[in-house]
């Protein structure tokens, strides 16, 4: 490919698709001929395109802030991100590694509280082991003790996970923050593919590996939720909130990809035999797993039709041996920010085996040696609250004015256990367009995994890349090439 396409373009080493000199790296060769047909008009187009056909189809995220939700469209980026097998197959292992030893943390550490009264120690193995430390287990604001009874006995707590996992300026990976709650954007790495087809199809004279053959993995990884005495095929529904929840979009494409009703509290109904069911217009369907899509906390919000609340009828049919939850509420012990510290030495401690994929340098200030470490440091530092889900409140040291560290600083000193600091890393770049040029924007990668039995874990081949766009635009997407 010619320089001329990328001309003026300010690649940096840690630019994923074009080198310092403007030439394509080997991984993009591929797309060269086909961006040189489309050119950066065609390119322009394509996203004017894909922004349509994202708006008919109602493509959209949502957020709420003073209790008022706004709904946006998510944006798709024209020029897709490619994952070379080989480093595919890295990002891949390192993932399910991950999710194995984060599912053997969360049955030991809520196995935990249902030992027998009699035992003198009743700590989880790894508090006992030394591993970890028993406030970061008892006093963790993740931990949820009614939902020691909300999972059926030896079932994996986490069907579904995800980890967001940036490619360095040193070309390693690392896994950046592990979701084990209520993993959101599978859903929108299928619609991008979708939009990308549509909007671009000159662009596919390779065929990248399809995101929708994911389907069947993630449906297996949910049938195996189910309990062992459901009887046949598993029987699955998708459990929202509905139009209030920031990815509904999402929970209506994953229905429907599924063949699975979607439903929502005032859908169920209890049946004789403990279980439950769903009412799709007007026809009730017994249920053996419900894909829960909403935080823990809202279960106790809703009432189903007879007047239970929700939280009440799903622990019951649960108890009964008559249905399973993915995932299963409590999986926030094993997700928040200071937990995320300690997943090396789970993979361990649980597994025998060492860390796959790297993590962030990481200190956990309710330890008084790491604040110590870092108490005058936090200019340097990303701050994050422990309790902060979702990236709520993180601060970042380096951005920030004399007044807003000050005040950064009293807050932290304050209640140190409340946060965690990590070293902020340099991620790579893409091309990516921006006012009808090509511009380098960073980028993570949203891995998906299902577990399965035995303790296994298995990828989905349909990751969603996130692109940040910069200029007040927020975050958008791309479509992801698995090659190879």
Not at 32 to 51: C, H, K, M, S, Y
Not at 140 to 148: L, Q, T, W, Y
Not at 222 to 234: E, K, M, Q
Not at 274 to 281: A, D, H, I, M
Request: aromatic share 8%.
């Amino acid at each position: 490919m010619s320089r001329d396409f990328f001309a003026g373009y300010p690649a940096s080493p840690a630019d994923e698709a074009v080198s310092p000199d403007g030439r394509l790296r080997d991984d993009y060769a591929v797309l060269g001929p086909a961006l040189e047909r489309v050119g950066i008009a065609g390119l322009t187009a394509a996203a004017t395109a894909a922004e349509t056909e994202r708006e008919a189809r109602g493509v959209t995220v949502g957020s709420w802030s003073d209790g008022r939700q706004t709904v946006r469209p998510f944006p798709l980026d024209p020029v897709p991100r490619i994952v070379p097998a080989a480093e595919w197959s890295r990002v891949a292992a390192g993932v399910e590694q991950r999710h194995r030893a984060l599912n053997a943390f969360l049955a030991d550490a809520y196995r935990a509280a249902g030992r027998r009264r009699g035992d003198a120690d009743r700590a989880p193995e790894v508090v006992r082991a030394g591993v970890l430390p028993e406030w970061a287990v008892a006093h963790s604001p993740g931990r949820h003790p009614d939902a020691v009874g909300q999972a059926w006995p030896g079932q994996p707590r986490a069907a579904v996970a995800a980890v967001d996992v940036l490619h360095t300026s040193t070309g390693d990976w690392v896994a950046a923050t592990d979701h084990l709650r209520v993993p959101a954007g599978l859903g929108y790495a299928l619609a991008n593919r979708d939009s990308a087809l549509a909007g671009l199809p000159e662009l596919f004279d390779v065929a990248p590996a399809d995101p929708w053959d994911a389907v069947p993995a993630l449906r297996a990884g949910l049938g195996a939720a189910a309990p062992p005495a459901c009887p046949g095929s598993p029987r699955i529904a998708v459990l929202s909130a509905g139009e209030s929840d920031n990815a509904w979009f999402e929970h209506r494409l994953l229905a429907d990809a599924l063949g699975a009703p979607l439903a929502r509290a005032a859908d169920l109904w209890p049946r004789l035999d403990g279980g439950v069911e769903v009412s799709v217009g007007g026809v009730r369907h017994p249920v053996d797993v419900l894909y829960r899509r909403f935080d823990d906390g809202m279960l106790g919000a809703f009432r189903t039709p007879v007047g239970q609340s929700l939280d009440m009828l799903l622990s019951e049919a649960v108890r009964a041996g008559r249905l399973g939850l993915a995932n299963v509420p409590g999986n926030g012990l094993a997700d928040d920010t200071a937990t995320y510290a300690w997943v090396p030495a789970m993979i361990r401690f649980y597994l025998g085996e060492e860390p796959l994929i790297g993590s962030l340098p990481t200190w956990v200030l309710a330890d008084e040696t790491q604040w110590a470490q870092v108490r005058d440091r936090l200019h340097e530092m990303v701050i994050k609250p422990v309790a902060g889900y979702g990236g709520r409140g993180t601060v970042f040291g380096p951005f920030c004015s004399a007044a807003e560290l000050a005040s950064l600083q009293a807050e932290v000193a304050a209640a140190p256990y409340r946060f965690v600091a990590q070293q902020p890393v340099e991620s790579s770049t893409v091309p990516t367009l921006v006012d009808g040029a090509l511009q380098p924007r960073r980028v993570d990668l949203r891995v998906f995994s299902v577990a399965g039995p035995a303790g296994t874990a298995e990828a989905l081949r349909a990751p969603l890349t996130r692109v940040a766009l910069g200029g007040g635009a927020g975050r958008g997407s791309k479509d992801t090439w698995l090659l190879g």
